[in-house]
C-alpha cells in the first residue's frame, strides 16, 4: 500500500470507479488499490481522466477519454485512448528486416540544401518559424488546388510544394509556381506533419511504424525503416497503425535524421530515438528513453519532524516524499513530439541528447510546448514556450495562473511563451491571450519573473528586481492560428490576414481579405 501513498492532489477532479477487483481512485492519475485481499497495486500518475467522468473500467481494459489537465503536461498521454494490462514482457525480437531499400535506392544524387526556401516544419531545425528572406506587404491568390483529403502544414523545396494528406496516408507534391501536382507517394499509416527536404530527398515518418525517404525529385523510394521495435498494431481512428507511430516531421541536424518512435515513456518499453544516415538509411545513433513508476521516497525523513513542508511534494504528516514528482509535473517521464535541434543538441520537450543521443543534464532554452507542437486547438492549458522545458520550474500550466501571475503566489511561466511563437538570434515574437489577444516583442530575458523559479537556467537569467518588460505589445482582434517573421515583418492568420513591422516600436497592421 506505499506505493499507492501521494501528497499534494485531492479527490475533486473526476468521479473514482470500482470494478470487483479494485477501487480506481482518481487522487492523481489511476490509482489501482486491489480488495481481493492481494497486494496487487499499482499507481499510474501518466493517465488522467476527463474532467468530472474519469475514465471507465470495462472489458478487462480501462477506457481513458480526452482531457485537458493541465497538471503532468511533460508526461500524460492525451486523446481517446484504451489501456490493457501490461505483458509480463516484450519479445523485441523479430526476422523482418529494419531497412527496406527502395527502386531508388543509391540513384539519386545528393544536391545543395534549400536554403530561402522553407525545408522543414517551423521552417528550420530549431523550429523558429523565422526566415530572413522578405515576403510581399500584400496578399493575393496566385494559384489553388483541390488536393483533398485533411492537409498538414507545407514545406518547400527545390520549388516544390510538399504536404502530408494525414487522413490519406500520403505525401503530396504540387508545383510552387502553378500548383499543379508532381507526384504522390501513399505510406502504410496517417502522417501527421509535412515531411523535410534534405539534399534531393524527402524524410517523413508514420503512424504504421516506419520512416521514409523519398526522391524529392519524383516520389520514388529510395528507402523506408521500421523504427517500430516489432511490427504489433491496432486500431487508431478507422485505422490500423502500430504501437509505436513515428511523428511526420523529421530533424535533420549535421547529415544526421533524428526522430523519435513510440508515445510514453511509461507505455510499451518507452520511446526509442534515433539517428540515421540520411543516404542509407543506416543507423548511426540511437537510445531508449523509459520511465519508473511513481513511488514512496522517504530520503527526506530524519524521523524528527524538523523538514520544512514542500507543498505538493512532502506528505505534512508523515514528512515523506511519496512521489517522484510535485502536484504539476512528473520527474523523469514524457512523451514524444516532435525533435528540434540547436546544432549541437537535440531536444525532444523536456529531454536534452548531445548529437550522439547521450541525454544531457544540463538544460538549454528551446522552443517546445506544453501539450505538443503539433497541438492545433486552443487549449486554454497548451502554450509554446521558450525554455528548457523543465516543468517543475515552468509552473503550472493553467491560464488563471499564467495570465494573471498575482492571482496565485505571484506564480508564472517565466520565459517567453504564448499561443504562437517566433523567434530568431535576438527577439521573440508572440501572441498572448487574457481579456484580448495580443502581440508582443521580447528579448530572450525573462517575460515574467516566478518566485518558484529558483535558479531557473536559460539565456540571460534575471533577478526578481529585473523583471523585463515588452518591447511592444498591442491588442490584437483576432484569434492567430499561424504566425511567422519574415524579412523585416511578423505574418499571422486568422479570419484576416496580418502583417506587422517589427523594427520600429510603431506598428503598422493591415488587413486583407
Known amino acids: 500500500m506505499n506505493d499507492l501513498q501521494t501528497a499534494g492532489h485531492y479527490h475533486r477532479c473526476y468521479r473514482e470507479k470500482a470494478t470487483v477487483n479494485y477501487i480506481i481512485g482518481g487522487y492523481r492519475g ?70 527496406e531499400p527502395g527502386p531508388a535506392y543509391g540513384t539519386v544524387a545528393v544536391t545543395d540544401s534549400y536554403a530561402g526556401e522553407w525545408p522543414t516544419f517551423r521552417y528550420d531545425s530549431r ?13 493575393s491568390i496566385q494559384w489553388q488546388t483541390d488536393v483533398g483529403g485533411k492537409l498538414s502544414a507545407a514545406t518547400v523545396a527545390d520549388d516544390k510544394v510538399l504536404m502530408a494528406d494525414i487522413t490519406g496516408h500520403r505525401i503530396v507534391a504540387l508545383d510552387a509556381i502553378d500548383g499543379n501536382l508532381l507526384w504522390s507517394y501513399t505510406a502504410g499509416g496517417r502522417i501527421d506533419s509535412p515531411p523535410t527536404a534534405y539534399n534531393g530527398m524527402v524524410f517523413f515518418g508514420s503512424n504504421d511504424g516506419y520512416v521514409y525517404n523519398l526522391a524529392l525529385s519524383d516520389g520514388r523510394l529510395i528507402w523506408r525503416f521500421r523504427a517500430a521495435p516489432v511490427p504489433l498494431y491496432a486500431m487508431a481512428q478507422g485505422n490500423v497503425e502500430s504501437i509505436w507511430p513515428v511523428h511526420g516531421s523529421i530533424l535533420v541536424q549535421n547529415d544526421t535524421i533524428y526522430f523519435a518512435v513510440g508515445r510514453s515513456s511509461y ?35 530524519d524521523g524528527l519532524g524538523a523538514i520544512a513542508i514542500t507543498q505538493n511534494i512532502e506528505d505534512y504528516k508523515t514528512r515523506t516524499h511519496p512521489d517522484y514528482s510535485d502536484a504539476f509535473s512528473m520527474a523523469g517521464g514524457v512523451i514524444s513530439d516532435v525533435l528540434s535541434g540547436d546544432g549541437a543538441s537535440v531536444y525532444m520537450k523536456s529531454l536534452q541528447f548531445d548529437n550522439n543521443l547521450v541525454e544531457q543534464a544540463e538544460k538549454k532554452a528551446h522552443y517546445f510546448s506544453t501539450s505538443s507542437v503539433l497541438d492545433g486547438e486552443e487549449n486554454h492549458r497548451s502554450h509554446a514556450i521558450y525554455g528548457t522545458g523543465d516543468f517543475s520550474r515552468t509552473t503550472v500550466a493553467y491560464s488563471w495562473i499564467v495570465y494573471n501571475p498575482n492571482n496565485w503566489g505571484d506564480c508564472a511561466i517565466g520565459v517567453p511563451f504564448g499561443l504562437k511563437l517566433a523567434f530568431n538570434d535576438n527577439k521573440i515574437w508572440g501572441v498572448l491571450r487574457g481579456t484580448s489577444y495580443k502581440k508582443y516583442v521580447s528579448n530572450y530575458k525573462y517575460v515574467l519573473y516566478s518566485k518558484d523559479l529558483g535558479s531557473y537556467s536559460g539565456p540571460d537569467f534575471e533577478s526578481p528586481g529585473d523583471a523585463y518588460t515588452f518591447d511592444w505589445q498591442q491588442n490584437i482582434e483576432m484569434r492567430a492560428r499561424a504566425m511567422l517573421c519574415a524579412g523585416s515583418y511578423i505574418y499571422g492568420s486568422s479570419q484576416e490576414f496580418v502583417q506587422a513591422n517589427y523594427d520600429e516600436n510603431i506598428i503598422s497592421v493591415y488587413f486583407t481579405a
Request: hydrophobic share 30%; charged share 15%.
Open 267 to 301: 507505455l510499451d518499453e518507452g520511446i526509442h530515438i534515433y539517428g540515421l544516415n540520411p543516404q542509407t538509411g543506416a543507423i548511426q545513433y540511437s537510445t531508449q528513453r523509459t520511465s519508473i513508476h511513481a513511488g514512496v521516497d522517504t530520503s527526506t525523513d
Open 30 to 99: 489511476l490509482e489501482f488499490m486491489d480488495i481481493t485481499g492481494g497486494d496487487d497495486h499499482y499507481r499510474h500518475n501518466w493517465v488522467r481522466g476527463t474532467c468530472q467522468y474519469g475514465i471507465m473500467p470495462a472489458n478487462g481494459l480501462s477506457y481513458m477519454p480526452p482531457h485537458s489537465c493541465g497538471c503532468y503536461m511533460e508526461s500524460k498521454i492525451f486523446g481517446f485512448v484504451t489501456l490493457a494490462n501490461s505483458r509480463p514482457s516484450w519479445d523485441l525480437t523479430t526476422t523482418a528486416p529494419r531497412l
Open 127 to 139: 523550429r523558429s518559424a523565422t526566415t530572413v528572406n522578405p515576403l510581399p506587404t500584400t496578399a
